[in-house]
């Protein structure tokens, strides 16, 4: 008799490779999506200043300065310490041109020292078109009275 043996052979099986497929293709999607994100959400508190008309122009390069001295050329967080590494990003994302709007946004508890060290590295590279990125004084502020 065999009856124990019969019922071995008709056991279900699941069939996990593909699941397991599935599985990394969504863990690679959420990996690179998320390093993308990055450094979007970096937080810059801007300086106030009066309101006033601006040139509506879209800028060739945006630096970003954190209150901790980190600079960003567009989103790419420029690594390594001093003014070399900033010029080889800066060189990097403007290409050969050296006539548009580079535009500064320095959070407000930044040193001053960090955003003259990105000034001077524009200066050097022949930049000649700066303006620092600045926040609107809310109406009625007596900072807005100078």
Do not use: C, W
């Not at 980190?70 to 041109?97: C, H, K, T």
């Amino acid at each position: 008799m065999r009856i124990g043996s019969d019922r071995r052979r008709d056991d279900f099986e699941i069939n996990v490779i593909p699941l397991i497929d599935v599985l990394l293709t969504l863990l690679m999607f959420f990996v690179l999506t998320t390093t993308f994100v990055q450094h979007a959400r970096m937080q810059v508190t801007l300086p106030k200043a009066s309101a006033e008309d601006r040139d509506a122009q879209a800028p060739l390069l945006t630096v970003m300065i954190d209150r901790d001295g980190r600079f960003y050329v567009g989103s790419d967080e420029v690594m390594g310490e001093g003014i070399g590494p900033l010029r080889r990003m800066l060189e990097q994302n403007a290409g050969g041109r050296r006539d548009g709007q580079v535009v500064i946004r320095a959070d407000a508890m930044t040193p001053h020292q960090y955003v003259v060290t990105a000034m001077d590295a524009l200066g050097q590279l022949g930049f000649t078109r700066l303006s620092i990125a600045t926040t609107p004084n809310p109406p009625g502020d007596p900072g807005s009275e100078r």
